[in-house]
């Protein structure tokens, strides 16, 4: 089965808005985004971005996603590399499902992403790209992230980092090396982990 979202194909949506648009077609470009995509449909269905949420969810017997009320300890469930990809938003967790909100519930890629990311069964609910994205870039942003990180870090936190004289290496013992810098920042980093519940850690280079 061809996956509509991924391949910038929108027309999915003209099955939820033919009984108000009747024979006219859904006009927007081909590579139309799905923020895009959803504006082009409200403008022809006359209609408000939660009203189109309400209509795609009754289409597909889903739920309209409410993104004020997801919990904390869902977003740890799901990394920040699936989250932007796919523009999904884990909303709550049980011990076999996350629900996830997403502005395009007919991404299969999506679903598969989430459910390797989390291990969990995703059921999805419908939320418009704006309200989505806003609360992307609040709950998943770089400042964020490093809050929650410093939050755990002890008050001796300047032992942790310490500047290395860049004129060359030098030879250092197998029990300096036990105690240097670089491993108490793993052992934080470990720590961390341990208390936010995470099931692995991934450290990716910056560009």
């Not at 995509?37 to 309209?64: M, P, T």
């Not at 993104?67 to 904390?72: F, G, I, N």
């Not at 629900?99 to 609910?125: N, W, Y």
């Not at 500047?163 to 052992?187: F, M, R, Y």
């Amino acid at each position: 089965m061809a996956n509509l979202a991924r391949s910038h194909s929108h027309q999915w949506l003209l099955a939820i808005l033919r009984p108000v648009i009747g024979g006219r077609e859904l006009q927007m470009a081909p590579a139309a985004s799905l923020r895009d995509a959803w504006e082009a449909a409200c403008r022809a269905g006359g209609i408000s971005q939660e009203e189109l949420a309400h209509r795609i969810a009754a289409h597909y017997g889903l739920r309209v996603a409410d993104l004020s009320a997801a919990q904390p300890t869902a977003t740890k469930l799901l990394p920040a590399s699936v989250v932007h990809q796919f523009e999904v938003f884990p909303l709550r967790e049980d011990n076999r499902h996350l629900f996830v909100a997403t502005s395009a519930p007919i991404d299969l890629d999506a679903e598969q992403a989430v459910r390797f990311a989390s291990g969990r069964t995703p059921v999805m609910e419908v939320a418009s790209p704006v309200a989505l994205l806003d609360t992307i870039a609040l709950r998943y942003s770089e400042d964020r992230v490093v809050g929650t990180i410093l939050q755990h870090i002890d008050d001796d936190v300047e032992t942790l980092v310490q500047v290395v004289d860049a004129a060359g290496p030098a030879a250092i013992t197998t029990a300096d090396a036990e105690q240097s810098p670089i491993i108490k920042l793993s052992n934080l980093l470990l720590r961390d982990a341990m208390q936010q519940g995470a099931s692995d850690v991934h450290i990716e280079p910056a560009p």
